[in-house]
Antibody, heavy 120, light 112 residues
């Protein structure tokens, strides 16, 4: 069974840097074709794709957020980390991580999400 | 690639069928792209994939859900509406050129 779980601060101040961790089990990021991505959702709004990292360390970012994002993986710990700099209140929302099955373009399954609030 | 366009809301009565369109700007969806997926999201829950690669259903997903694509528009059809189908539905596209993803604005389905 594949599971993913997000963790990180629930409250950050404007201009601070957010670091989120996705801990997963049931698969390995050493497996050819596998990817893990981050997606966020402001309260009551649409999903927004942020970044994805693949088994071969290929990294892709949302063009609109690319300058603020860094995604890394630790295959020995089965973790993926997302760093977002210069946080703003508009970045408030639930942040999800999710797996892309080998050589597939969709996300399944997803973690439960973690709510991040940006406020002074 | 730019965000995909969906209607904010649709509604239908139990037993009816509804279709949710997803239009791609700059031809993301229509340019021979077969990597369109649809997600169902109930309130307070994580999204769940219900259609991938335009028209494929994952194991365990009801055959009342179907997907298609025509030109620049992908669509999700739900037949035989049930109360449990009331949820938000999100389309997503994968770009083969730069390997990025994009989501639509989401559609809230109300079962009357």
């Amino acid at each position: 069974q594949i599971t993913l779980k997000e963790s990180g601060p629930t409250l950050v101040k404007p201009t601070q840097t957010l670091t989120l961790t996705c801990a997963f089990s049931g698969f390995s990021l050493r497996t050819s074709g596998v990817s893990v991505g981050w997606i966020r959702q402001p309260p009551g709004k649409a999903l927004e794709w942020l970044a994805v990292i693949s088994w071969n360390d290929d990294k892709r970012y949302s063009p609109s957020l690319k300058r603020r994002l860094t995604i890394t993986k630790d295959t020995s710990k089965n973790q993926v980390v997302l760093i977002m700099t210069n946080m703003d209140p508009v970045d408030t929302g639930t942040y999800f991580c999710a797996q892309s099955p080998p050589w597939k373009a969709y996300f399944d399954p997803w973690g439960q999400g973690t709510l991040v609030t940006v406020s002074a | 690639q730019s965000a995909l366009t969906q209607p904010a809301s649709v509604s239908g009565s139990p037993g009816q069928s509804i279709t949710i369109p997803c239009t791609g700007i700059n031809g993301d969806v229509g340019g021979g792209n077969n990597y369109v997926s649809w997600y169902q999201q109930h309130p307070g829950k994580a999204p769940k994939v219900i259609i991938y690669d335009v028209s494929n259903r994952p194991s365990g997903v009801s055959n009342r859900f179907s997907g298609a694509r025509s030109g620049n528009t992908a669509s999700l059809t739900i037949s035989g509406l049930q109360a449990e189908d009331e949820a938000d539905y999100h389309c997503s596209s994968y770009s083969t050129s730069d390997r990025t993803r994009v989501f639509g604005g989401g559609t809230r389905l109300t079962v009357l």
